[in-house]
């Protein structure tokens, strides 16, 4: 019975370790390409980076359920380490809306030519 629960265990960590991984990656990404839509002013990088949002709430949602079952089955330092990751998350997040906001800068709009 110890042995089963060490292995879960175990498999649990290296599981969050690679999501872990996997998020800090996908939030450097969200980060430099947010940077990168502002300094270009090119609206589709942003739009992409709105997009994959929705990524990241899946991967919220999975440490979410991850971090249920820890407390479940009484795993306290995984449920720390779940909820530091879960912090680190939703601050990526909150970077990578503050960059993708539209800031009104006081310049005019540029005006179309019309044929």
Partial sequence: MVEHTLRAYDEELEALTAELSRMGGLAEVEVNDAIRAIARRDVNIAQAVI?????????????????????????????????????????????????????????????????
Wanted: proline fraction near 3%; charged fraction near 40%; hydrophobic fraction near 30%.
């Fill in 51 to 115: 997009s994959r949002d929705a990524r990241l709430d899946e991967i919220e949602a999975d440490l979410l359920s991850r971090r249920k079952r820890a407390e479940d089955e009484g795993w306290h330092g995984e449920t720390e380490g779940l909820d530091l990751t879960l912090s680190f998350l939703r601050a990526k997040r909150a970077n990578t809306q503050r960059f993708t906001r539209k800031a009104h800068l006081g310049l005019p709009a540029l005006r179309t030519q019309r044929p």
